[in-house]
């Protein structure tokens, strides 16, 4: 095999997990890694990937977005969903919200349940989450000081957002002066992936400053078609490209970095997977593994909106002459509305008694306004985009057909289970409470969705079916553990194939209690050092705050 295609690691994909590995499987430079992406680069110049206030642009578009669609929903109406996904160096994180959350300490305390998961407590993962991030605010036993990943906190530059927390305290929740720190639950300050007024990707963080090693390779506009598999082993891939069809040779591993859809449809055009599934796309299959895209999850989210009384929104944004004015200053220097991504308040609650850790989650925005920048109402507002964090629903992807050009199909199955419903409507129920409290009664002017006519049981399930949308967190589709359907075990090594391993959220058994960019880049930092062999990193003693579930309400 040609020496340039000749390397000791492949990573098949540039998104969050693969910027991370790249850069730190490189730091050997005994080592050759390529890195596939089938997307183009991040180019600086390009302000709709750049200016976080700009986030609907790219999610949106289809220059750096696969803009995936979910097969019809039978419980939202029929609708498809929209799935934008990252196709750029950066994957997801060059297009997503910005919003930092790493979850709950009790979502890797409960992967953990999982014999073969020990390692992923919360107290072993703690460390990769410091590894990776520079806090603006400084480092302490949570948060980072020296990572590639800078996360500064919300400024609030409307008296909105603190209004917001300060309703939320009211209404009887907890405050926390950090959701990513001692404490998750309650309301406080959002952090968000931006640094210096710009969006700070994984590739930002990661990957660029890599790629000035000679022992790292970075193709764009490299689509992966299949994993070659001799004897039981990975051995290479299959890359489409400019030059043709390519055989890259891998001589230790091959690390599938796709995320939730790639990773296990390219698992599936290679003949791992569901034997019965395979053959009916017409893929030969070599290695039956059945939980290969099972235990598909997401979060489901809703806008519950009000008009403001007072001038203190984004609305002026919306006119074409504010957005100019708005751009011109943020090209300049980087700053005013331009540099947010405006989700800087937030909150985490339980929606019942009972419930061990938050399952409910909060974004708060001082506009109303929808993910495509289609404004509620021609006057100032504000909203939250609430729902559920851990829905019981499971769904599926396959394949539409034996070609990585072909969507595969998405059924998140969404709203399966009477529990997603009860869930939804505490979601709206308890944030017209917040919204009514004290601190936000100067400003609320009127709720506009779902509006003060929606108040039983079935109304608010006809506007759940109606309104719902994905908050873009698929994961689950590679489960990491043991049991029939895991596909790869606590290592991240698929179950029967040697040389293979899955690194990003499809690994997550279940999904974590909010935004997923931080959770995967802590992954990806802890997968680097089980790849290299390296000592894990010792566990935290740092403590966490567990509200006691019999005895509170809802906060």
Known sequence: MAERNSFDYVIVGAGSAGCVLAARLSEDPTVRVAVLEAGGRDHWWDWRIHMPAALAYPMNGTRYN???HTEPQPNLGGRRMHWPRGRVLGGSSSINGMVYVRGNALDFDNWAQDPALRHWRYAECLPYFRKAETYDRGGD????????LHVQGGRGWSPLYQAFVEAGVAAGYHRTADMNGEAQEGFGRMDMTIHRGRRWSAARAYLHPAMKRRNLVVRTGALTGRVRVENGRAVGVEVRGGRGVEQIHAAREVILAGGAINSPQLLMLSGIGPADMLARA???PIHDLKGVGRNLQDHLELYVQASCLEPVSLYPATKWWRKGWVGARWLAT?????????FESGGFIRSRPGVAW???????LPMAVRYDGKGAIEAHGFQVHVGPMRSPSRGTLTLRADTPDAHPLIDPNYMSHPDDWAEMRASIRLTREIFAQA??????GGEIAPGPAVQTDAELDAFIAQAAESAYHPCGTCRMGSGPDAVVDGDCRVHGIEGLRVVDASIMPQVTTGNLNAPVIMMAEKAADLIRGRTPLPPSDAAVWVADPATQRQA
């Open 282 to 284: 017409g893929v030969t």
């Open 141 to 148: 036993a949570y948060r980072g000081s020296d990572g590639p």
């Open 66 to 68: 696969w803009d995936y």
């Open 334 to 342: 980087q700053t005013g509305w331009g540099a947010t991504n405006h």
């Open 439 to 444: 601190p936000l009664r100067r400003f609320n």
């Open 358 to 364: 938050p399952d409910i989650q909060y974004h708060f």
